[in-house]
């Protein structure tokens, strides 16, 4: 009788569902970091960079994870036996085919399960094969089902019905004669402890990577804030003393930044090469002194320095807004995700530097145009549809031209009408007349109007 082995997958639960989280959890950050350029775009041009390319990249990571959590066994029937053995060859199960008292055969939707019982109703094997689960493993498993019924001439019994915690399956029952005293070989116990131990560890380790991977994030946040203090003419940061610092001339620039009338300081760190007459805060992370511009780095506990921002005019460079900056040649806004938090404004037509100003915290213009600036480092766009002459802020929220009224959508809805990224227009406002009432409350000549937070 040829010897014919069959490749069955085994597929364990918790290791699949730990790595399908952990990798989940990095698609989801993958897909912020890329989508914040998209995000306030009302059409879907942007969608296969935010969703597609997360999810692919998740799948194929999913995939070359799949040792971790989808094993192999060797599966041998001839002889009259049944001999199942790992990948490296070691015995797993050794047994006559008289053993063999059910099979369960469940085949629904993409998914394959084959579960065998000895006659002390102990389950000798189980595979599991699901979407993951390759062809050429599947075919494999529904053959060794065949071969493993046929040989043990094995009945149709019991048909199970399926809910949405199992799949749908048959009972086979074996004919093949036993009596009490046939062999009755099981798995060896400590090969059983061994494969049940690298079971634990594999869970173990993606528990862990998951546990020191949120650990590090919120290390990282808090030990990223810090504030300095002045107390009995010593100032310190983070109750640490700042060596060096003049507790009479010093001020704070920021929560990380500080100076005295000789030195620059960051983190309680002394910084040299800066200017500390001209420093001066920009914003939250930005500073500049007479020879240049610098950020605090986004990941400020492992760094020890400011960083020069390059790329800008230092000489004509100037503040227009809380996150909108301008050189000679460029208008500029803020992108705290990049390495580079300055960005240039790229959307055409380009605004113009000489004459930008900023309209509230979503919009700016220039002389002849209007341009969208959300929040959260989203690139800004042209609005060619509002004139730039006329347009001004009626609340943070709510801005107007000479003939229409929008509002910003990203925490605004207009009752009964349509909500959409970005902003719309108020339809039916009369906007000579339109003014606000309150936060919410606005009115114009015809009527009053409710705009709600989303």
Not at 443 to 454: A, F, G, L, M, Y
Request: contains cysteine; aromatic residues 12%.
């Amino acid at each position: 009788m040829d010897k014919k082995v069959y490749k069955l997958p085994v597929l364990n639960k918790v290791v699949m569902a730990l790595t399908l989280a952990v990798v989940f959890i990095a698609a989801v950050v993958v897909g912020f970091i890329i989508g914040r350029n998209y995000l306030t775009y009302t059409d879907a041009s942007g969608s296969f960079t935010v969703v597609i390319l997360p999810l692919l990249v998740a799948v194929v990571v999913v995939v070359l994870l799949r040792p971790l959590y989808m094993r192999t066994r060797l599966a041998d029937l001839s002889g009259g036996r049944l001999r199942i053995t790992t990948a490296s060859g070691r015995e797993f199960y050794d047994g006559a085919l008289q053993n063999v008292h059910t099979v369960l055969v469940g085949d629904f939707r993409g998914n394959y399960i084959l579960k065998i019982w000895d006659r002390q109703s102990r389950m000798i094997f189980a595979v599991t094969c699901n979407i993951l689960t390759p062809k050429k493993g599947r075919d494999q498993a529904q053959a060794f089902a065949a071969e493993l019924i046929r040989l043990t001439g094995a009945e149709k019994g019991e048909v199970v019905t399926g809910n949405k915690f199992r799949n749908p399956g048959v009972y086979y029952h074996s004919t093949m004669f036993y009596s009490t005293g046939s062999e009755q070989a099981l798995a060896p116990e400590g090969l059983k402890k061994r494969l049940k131990g690298r079971n634990r560890k594999a869970i173990v380790i993606v528990v862990v990577a998951l546990v020191a991977f949120m650990a590090a994030m919120i290390w990282t946040g808090a030990a990223s804030k810090g504030f300095y203090e002045i107390d009995d003419d010593v100032v310190t940061f983070r109750g640490k003393p700042v060596e060096g610092a003049v507790a009479q001339e010093f001020r704070t620039l920021t929560y990380l930044t500080g100076k005295d009338s000789s030195y620059v300081y960051f983190r309680g760190k002394r910084q040299e090469g800066l200017d500390a007459h001209t420093m001066r805060s920009l914003n939250a992370f930005l500073l500049a002194d007479r020879n240049g511009i610098y950020r605090e780095p986004s990941f400020s506990v492992f760094s020890s320095g400011l960083k020069r921002v390059e790329g800008v005019d230092y000489a004509t460079f100037r503040v227009v807004g809380q996150s909108l900056f301008a050189d000679r040649s460029s208008v500029f806004y803020v992108d705290p995700f990049a390495s580079n938090p300055i960005v240039a404004v790229s959307c055409e037509p380009l605004p113009d530097p000489a004459t930008t100003q900023e309209v509230g915290i979503y919009f700016f213009k220039d002389a002849s145009r209007v341009f969208f600036l959300p929040n959260g480092g989203a690139r800004p766009r042209c609005c060619p549809e509002i004139d730039a002459t006329s347009f001004e802020q009626v609340s943070w929220r709510v801005y107007k031209d000479g003939g229409h009224v929008y509002f910003v959508t990203k925490n605004l809805q207009q009752e009964g009408g349509n909500k959409q990224v970005g902003y719309d227009l108020l339809r039916g406002a009369d906007a000579p007349t339109f003014r606000m009432i309150d936060d919410t409350h606005f009115e114009d000549r015809n009527t009053t109007w409710n705009i709600e937070k989303e």
